[in-house]
């Protein structure tokens, strides 16, 4: 168990344990205090030795209290000291792995997290800081009579064999137990991820059919790693209880042989039966350890265990883009998404990127944002490759509304303050840049408006006019829209050509993506995507100009004239 004295918990370990031995060696008081009795008090009968006796045993007794709670305070610290440390860290890298090329992330890292913290909080692991000091009454026994002392080593040796043969045997059952439990845990929130498809379209036999596959499996290495920790939790119960009454059969013939008193026998046993109990308890819970174990190594396999780094800080960016020669995969295996896009943004200049579906547009603005990192070539905000940007302070000076608009639980303020402490002047002043004020003011609390996990009470439209306002919280210098007209009416159309227009008058450098030529129009520059190549860059109305040529020719010369309007870059 190594991994008890890392660096976040060494301290409270270490506290842990000096009371541990404290603890052990007040415990040893009830043993010594039965031996008195039975040797000095009923010799002498004398009952002020008795008080005296009594006294001490008692002030033995609470000391051993005091040292217990100090222990289990100890460790309670380094539970709630590891989650502290290693938590912000684990959810950190999960939102990383979401944001990835793949979209998905597993929260095993903080169940492993937790599944620690439980650990060091519980009662188990007090086995583990007793054991250790096993040879102080082997020590106190082998003192009393030497032949007390080597029966008690012996059977301590059996006991230690007992859970070494523990370890192997039940390390693979316990592992194998944990990945069963972990894959029927992601297969039931892949399920309820997709519950209104699987709803809607009748799947719900068939899911539940492939679900409970990985539950038998779980079902079954439960029931084989239970089968065999309970054979030897029986076995080294039995053990310890025939190693007493070995012990106490022992010391009788020395009473008898005059070799030893009455009171050495009683306290010899109730000594080894002390001794043995945390070996006895270690190996009854050894999945506990072995749980905590694996779970400490797979932190460290994912990177969770925090390294802390200090980056130089860049000054605030003025908004100017450069795209030198991107290429980009989701996989080596596959063929490039983005295929050497170049172009030049400068700082207040507004773009619009159209092309067809797939022909990699959400791809290139994830790129523009940071969030994907090009195999080939580099984005550079004022200068400095947006990839190496401190996350955290680029984010104050971005604003993004993303194709699928998610919000949070929580109230409208909150969402356009981005989760962050609430500044009323500069949330009513996104709300207002967005044009989204009234719409809100509208609402049955205002700004204090609930709006239930991912906006439930809201329709399409309110929640992409409130993530509008979210994107342009804090004046930031680069605002980035993909679709932002999606879901609005006529009203939000026309809330939005405002607020690009306000933008634009706020020299606030402005992507978007979109297939409404009315929107593309007020944009300096557009960019046509075609399967991943730039196909066109220029001022806007020159394109436009060239794309509605292409639209308008004959049928022999056009291959799609029947588009509508809002389609013609689709």
Not at 226 to 252: C, H, T
Not at 338 to 345: E, Y
Request: glycine share 8%.
């Amino acid at each position: 168990m190594r991994w008890l004295f890392a660096a976040q918990l060494r301290p409270f370990v270490l506290l842990a344990g000096l009371a541990s031995l404290v603890l052990n060696l007040a415990l040893l008081m009830p043993s010594i205090y039965m031996m008195q009795v039975f040797d000095r008090v009923f010799a002498s009968r004398s009952l002020e030795t008795l008080t005296m006796l009594s006294m001490l045993a008692f002030l033995a007794l609470a000391l051993g209290y005091c040292m217990d709670v100090a222990r289990s305070r100890a460790l309670g610290w380094a539970g709630r000291a590891l989650d502290r440390s290693l938590s912000s860290e684990a959810l950190r890298e999960i939102l990383h792995d979401a944001s990835g090329v793949a979209g998905r992330a597993s929260t095993d890292a903080l169940r492993d997290i937790a599944q620690l913290r439980a650990f060091l909080g519980g009662t188990g692991i007090n086995a583990l800081f007793d054991a250790p000091w096993l040879p102080i009454f082997l020590l106190v026994i082998g003192l009393m009579h030497p032949l007390l002392g080597l029966a008690a080593a012996l059977g301590a040796c059996a006991l230690a064999v007992l859970a070494i043969l523990n370890e192997g045997v039940m390390r693979g059952r316990a592992e194998s137990s944990m990945r069963a439990s972990r894959d029927t845990t992601r297969q039931a929130e892949v399920l309820t991820r997709n519950a209104e498809v699987i709803i809607g379209m009748g799947m719900t036999r068939a899911a539940v059919a492939g679900w409970q596959v990985h539950h038998g499996r779980l079902l079954d290495a439960q029931a084989r790693l239970a089968a065999g920790s309970s054979r030897f939790a029986a076995a080294a119960r039995l053990a310890r209880q025939g190693l007493q009454i070995v012990m106490l059969a022992l010391g009788a013939w020395l009473v008898v042989d005059r070799h030893a008193s009455p009171g050495i026998m009683v306290a010899a046993t109730i000594l080894l039966g002390r001794a043995l109990q945390p070996v006895e308890q270690l190996i009854g819970g050894w999945k506990a350890l072995v749980d905590a174990r694996g779970a400490w190594r797979r932190l460290k396999e994912r990177s969770a265990l925090p390294s802390k780094h200090a980056g130089l800080a860049l000054p605030p960016p003025a908004g100017r883009i450069e795209i030198e020669n991107v290429v980009f995969s989701a996989t080596a295996q596959r063929p490039p998404i983005i295929k050497r896009v170049a172009f030049t943004l400068d700082a207040g200049e507004s773009l619009g990127v159209v092309g067809q579906s797939a022909s990699g547009k959400t791809t290139l603005i994830r790129l523009m944002l940071g969030i994907w990192k090009p195999q080939a070539g580099v984005i550079r905000m004022d200068g400095a490759d947006i990839a190496r940007w401190d996350r955290d302070a680029l984010g104050r000076h971005v604003g993004y509304l993303p194709q699928d608009v998610e919000l949070f639980a929580g109230t409208v303020a909150q969402n356009i303050a981005r989760l962050g402490e609430v500044d009323a002047a500069q949330v009513i002043e996104a709300a207002r840049l967005a044009h989204a004020h009234d719409m809100i003011l509208r609402l049955p609390e205002g700004y204090e408006t609930q709006i239930g996990d991912a906006g439930a009470i809201l329709s399409g439209g309110q929640r992409q006019r409130i993530a509008l306002a979210r994107a342009l919280y804090g004046n930031p210098r680069l605002v980035i829209l993909d679709e932002p007209n999606a879901n609005l009416d006529a009203q939000g159309e026309s809330a939005l050509a405002a607020a690009l227009a306000d933008l634009k008058s706020r020299r606030v450098t402005t992507v978007m993506v979109s297939h409404r030529p009315a929107l593309m129009s007020q944009l300096d520059k557009l960019a046509v995507l075609k399967d991943g190549a730039l196909e066109a860059f220029g001022a806007a109305p020159a394109i436009l100009a060239r794309v509605h040529s292409v639209s308008s020719r004959p049928a022999h010369l056009a291959p799609v004239t029947t588009a509508e309007p809002r389609e013609a870059f689709a």
